[in-house]
């Protein structure tokens, strides 16, 4: 008995190493999700929940959340922010369909892309020269930005009618496969090779985790936190294309109850809220969690006001697993 109990004691270490190894932070995500495809497909086995098609539409909805996330996710590598990602999403729609009413689409494509850049530029302008915290700053130009979108058109929605330009932001399809899904596979490679493969990434990285020692090992901070928000609002711009796309037409509110959602995501997959961790992939998968989420309420009855709610305690417990692996 004693023999065994010494064995047994002695392989404690070691299986505390795997538990660790298997239950680390950056997995809980993936754990998540499979949980709740497994609920929700029990608890709503006589609806379409568990098919192809229902996944792919999951898919079709949360990609502009998909490529905001993985704009976000930057953007708080760096310990920054960006609250204005919602209403760049409806500028940038209405912009790009009011220049696409008058030239070609690649120029109305460009336009609206100038949107979230130019955005994103302020902000970081804002945020570093001025030392500004970027949650401030970001809250400042969210209202302005979302003001301008009601301006422009008098909040007036505006169709699309180019056929090219909904094929390619939204609507096309390969076979059963969604371009939202090639759009998401390319935001997820592009994206992950860049946090994860190249010395910019690593730049963020450090930059989020320690600004003095990355300033001290010669890395332009200012630099590396500038672009971080410039591609937060770029990738921005980029999901108001593709909700303009889908739903072939802009309209002022595209975008604004998706702050809460993107930063839920992003914080559900392993990104820190203060900087230094990262993780892209996870940010996919965590706006794949919401979109299975948001259906499956859906499908089970549940009103929109109790969907928001829902989105709330995730995200709670998203920041309080986030803050606990933070304070390790």
């Known amino acids: ?12 270490p070691f299986l505390r190493r795997i538990f660790r190894r298997i239950f680390q932070r950056e997995y809980f995500v993936y754990y998540a999700l499979i949980a709740v ?13 568990f098919s192809l098609a229902n996944f792919m539409n999951i898919i ?19 310990g920054h922010i960006d609250l204005s990602v919602g209403s760049v999403v409806a500028l940038s729609a209405l912009v790009c369909a009011l220049v696409l009413d008058i030239t070609y689409w690649p120029i109305a494509v460009a336009a609206g892309l100038a949107v979230g850049i130019l955005t994103g530029l302020v902000n970081s302008i ?11 700053v970001t809250l400042g130009t969210m209202g302005i930005v979302a003001g301008l979108a009601r301006v422009l058109t008098n909040l007036e929605s505006i169709p699309i009618t180019n056929d090219t330009f909904t094929t390619i932001f939204g609507s096309g399809s390969f076979a059963s496969i969604s371009v939202m899904f090639v759009w998401t596979a390319i935001a997820l490679i592009i994206g992950w090779i860049a946090l994860s493969k190249t010395r910019f990434g690593a730049h963020l990285l450090a930059v989020g985790g ?17 672009t971080a928000m410039i591609i937060a609002g770029t990738t921005a711009s980029i999901a108001g294309l593709l909700y303009a796309g889908r739903l072939h037409g802009a309209r002022y509110s595209l975008g604004e109850a998706d ?3 993107v930063i839920a995501a992003v914080a559900i997959g392993g990104t820190s809220l203060f900087g230094g961790r990262a993780s892209v992939t996870g940010a996919v998968v965590g706006s794949w969690l ?14 929109t006001n109790e969907q928001i709610i829902a989105r709330g305690l995730i995200l709670i417990v998203a920041v309080a697993i986030g803050v606990k692996e933070d304070r390790k």
């Open 1 to 12: 008995m004693t023999s065994l109990t010494n064995a047994i004691d002695g392989q404690l």
């Open 60 to 78: 079709r909805q949360t990609t502009p959340i998909t490529l905001m996330a993985i704009g976000m996710t930057f953007a708080l590598a760096v």
């Open 290 to 303: 919401m979109g299975i989420i948001n259906n499956g309420l859906i499908l089970w009855g549940f009103s």
């Open 259 to 261: 702050l809460l959602t």
């Open 210 to 226: 320690n600004p003095s020692a990355a300033r001290a090992f010669g890395i332009n901070v200012i630099k590396v936190r500038m």
């Open 126 to 136: 804002l945020t570093e020269w001025l030392r500004v915290s970027s949650l401030l």
């Open 37 to 49: 495809v497994l609920f929700f497909s029990a608890v709503l086995a006589d609806t379409a929940f």
